[in-house]
């Protein structure tokens, strides 16, 4: 899925572990990413998400519900 041109965004359900690992390869691979939460297990680690989002310009997201949408 990383190298497929055809490809525009990933969805990782991966387990929580994995998350901050895929969502960095994802993004340096040019992709956008729709993970599942939590996205990151230490605060740290969304500094890092952070940075490469704004280095790339992609969509980083958390797959996140709230019980009452407005």
Do not use: Q, S
């Not at 340096?28 to 704004?54: M, N, S, T």
Request: glycine share 8%; net charge negative; with cysteine.
């Amino acid at each position: 899925l990383l190298a497929d041109p055809g490809v525009d965004a990933i969805y990782i359900p991966l387990p929580n572990g994995d998350h901050v690992a895929w969502t960095l390869k994802c993004l340096e691979a040019g992709k956008h990413v729709l993970c599942e939460k939590p996205i990151a297990l230490a605060a740290g680690e969304i500094d890092a998400l952070i940075a490469a989002r704004d280095r790339t310009g992609l969509v980083a997201a958390e797959a996140f519900m709230v019980t009452h949408h407005p």
